[in-house]
């Protein structure tokens, strides 16, 4: 394969992973909606039972790749009901938050961020939170429960980017992604044939497993055609560098769960077969005939596999 068919497929690869995005402006996107600045980047959250006096538990939900807190819509209300706080956030450079060129990428840079925000929310509240996270969001939910254990009362990973220990993103592409004139082509490729009605829909369809309709089509693409967006992608790959070393057998004090659709071509099914028998306590769940968003395509079964779970921690 020729240099500028692979940059092209990878390019393809990546805009085809899963995610979802919410259709409203960037002032006030929900009605729930906040921001804060954590080192300095502006993160968009938002925010269930906010002010409820005595909550069940304090869950943070976490997208996957290209996606927002709209990836929960089928989930957080239900969470909320049962008596949770909620809380679903953008990671940088997605969603809501802001981009950024120079915020490093790696899980557990993420990992750290996202308990800085935590830390600003809780205040003098020392309960502990149930983390979960899709896609590669899974692998920033796993880099927070390594980092806090003592802080966090049991994890959820959902068709997620797994990992045994986190190394450093080195390929190709990385190598491409770092240099001026092919980063260049590599956006210029994305925001005139992947930010498009039609790409977005097709991506759905193929990682979601059903063909969605113009509304969702829409609240998948308009943060994408925020400023800034595809470079800010990009350097997923091009600035992602571990900063602290993490290795799943750490997790042996952390309720664990594992959600998965057996129809899953973003993720197989076997990378979280992979990692539940490697962490003894795990509990491995698949949903048939769901693809790579259970929580979206069945949420009934999601909301009721993860509810129940919840309650037993």
Not at 73 to 91: C, F, H, K, Q, T
């Amino acid at each position: 394969m020729s240099a500028l068919r692979w940059l092209s497929f990878m390019i393809l690869w990546v805009l085809w992973m899963p995610g979802a995005l919410q259709s409203q402006g960037p002032g006030k996107p929900y009605i729930n909606s906040y921001f804060i600045t954590i080192d300095s980047i502006r993160v968009h959250y938002r925010e269930w039972n906010r002010d409820l006096a005595n909550p069940r538990g304090k869950v943070l939900l976490i997208h996957g790749f290209i996606g927002s807190t709209y990836c929960w819509r089928m989930n957080a209300d239900a969470l909320a009901a049962e008596g949770y706080r909620v809380i679903a956030v953008d990671l940088p450079s997605f969603g809501y938050s802001a981009r950024s060129l120079t915020f490093n990428q790696s899980q557990s840079s993420r990992g750290t961020l996202l308990w800085r925000l935590l830390d600003s929310i809780d205040g003098n509240d020392t309960t502990r939170w149930h983390i979960a996270g899709h896609s590669m969001g899974g692998g920033t939910a796993e880099a927070m429960a390594l980092l806090r254990p003592h802080r966090t009362k049991s994890l959820l990973i959902v068709d997620g980017m797994v990992f045994f220990k986190n190394t450093n993103i080195e390929s190709q592409f990385t190598i491409l992604a770092r240099q001026k004139q092919y980063k260049q082509i590599m956006v210029s490729f994305m925001e005139k044939n992947l930010i498009t009605y039609k790409s977005v829909r097709n991506a759905i369809r193929k990682n979601y497993r059903y063909t969605p309709d113009s509304t969702v089509v829409m609240n998948y693409l308009t943060p994408l055609l925020q400023e800034g967006t595809a470079p800010s992608v990009l350097n997923v790959w091009a600035n992602a560098q571990e900063i602290v070393p993490l290795n799943a057998d750490s997790l042996k004090t952390v309720p664990l769960l594992l959600i998965w659709g057996n129809k899953d071509r973003t993720i197989y099914l076997r990378n979280g077969k992979r990692f539940a028998g490697r962490i003894p306590h795990a509990e491995l769940i698949i949903i048939n005939k769901a693809g790579h968003d259970p929580m979206e395509t069945n949420p009934d079964v999601f909301n009721a596999i993860y509810l129940s779970f919840l309650n037993r921690n």
